[in-house]
């Protein structure tokens, strides 16, 4: 997806496996002792027609997820538990607007979220701010640009670093991004997901904007080293 983390794709071989958006699974090669927590990319719609489920994985600096999962060649069989994990979207809605907040592969989980929003609330007004370090790390990119084009989201992404082939938003993402987005701001239900330090300041941010503190949903996610 990005020169920093795969999309993994898993074949379920027609096993049911029920879960909510933006839940994860315990994953890792069949019969290794280690295990990781991923968050489950795919919405449970996507998953229930392809029969597949989709993981974002994030890399370390040498290119490799670690020592339990070692992305081999397809067909390699991978042991998976869950779901796990209570960052979910809600079965009912009484929000008109919802906006998700990413940072790196924190994606995963909203990416989920989104997918089963425009299936299931498609009158909702859905926004997306994504940052990445650079214009080549936004995974999905593609896919969220052409929910754009067709009038179905806003998609704000901003690089932190610094990136000469980029002409898009820059910096953290912060107060001024979050104004852009914000079009009622009692009315908005809002789900982070990324770094700890970029969801403690959204959180923080939010609340100084006037969002209900009751209305923001966050999970923190540690890139590998």
């Known amino acids: 997806m990005t020169p920093r983390s795969r999309l993994i794709t898993l074949d379920l ?45 994030g890399l370390d600096a040498a290119g490799a997820a670690g020592p339990h999962l070692t992305l081999r060649e397809s067909g390699a069989a991978i042991d998976v538990e869950g779901p796990i994990g209570t960052f979910t979207f809600p079965p009912t809605l009484t929000h008109r607007r919802l906006l998700f907040v990413a940072g790196g592969t924190g994606i995963a989980p909203l990416r989920a979220m989104l997918d089963h929003a425009l299936r299931a609330h498609p009158t909702e007004r859905v926004s ?27 998609f704000h992404p901003t690089v932190t670093r610094e ?24 009315d908005t239900l809002c789900f982070i997901c990324g770094p700890g330090p970029l ?27």
């Open 163 to 186: 990136d000469d082939a980029w002409a898009g938003g820059r910096g953290r993402i912060g107060r001024s991004h979050f104004e852009a987005v914000l079009h009622d701001r009692a």
């Open 13 to 57: 071989q027609g096993v049911a496996l029920p879960f909510l958006p933006g839940q994860a699974v315990i994953l890792g090669e069949h019969g290794h002792p280690d295990r990781r927590p991923y968050s489950i990319a795919s919405s449970p719609e996507r998953t229930a027609e392809t029969g597949q489920l989709e993981l974002l994985i």
């Open 199 to 225: 969801v403690s300041e959204a959180v923080a941010t939010l609340s100084e904007l006037g969002v209900p503190r009751a209305a923001i949903r966050t999970e923190e996610w540690a890139a590998p080293r």
């Open 128 to 154: 997306l701010l994504y940052s990445a370090r650079r214009a080549d790390e936004f995974a999905f990119a593609d896919e969220f640009r052409s929910y754009e084009q067709l009038g179905r989201i806003e």
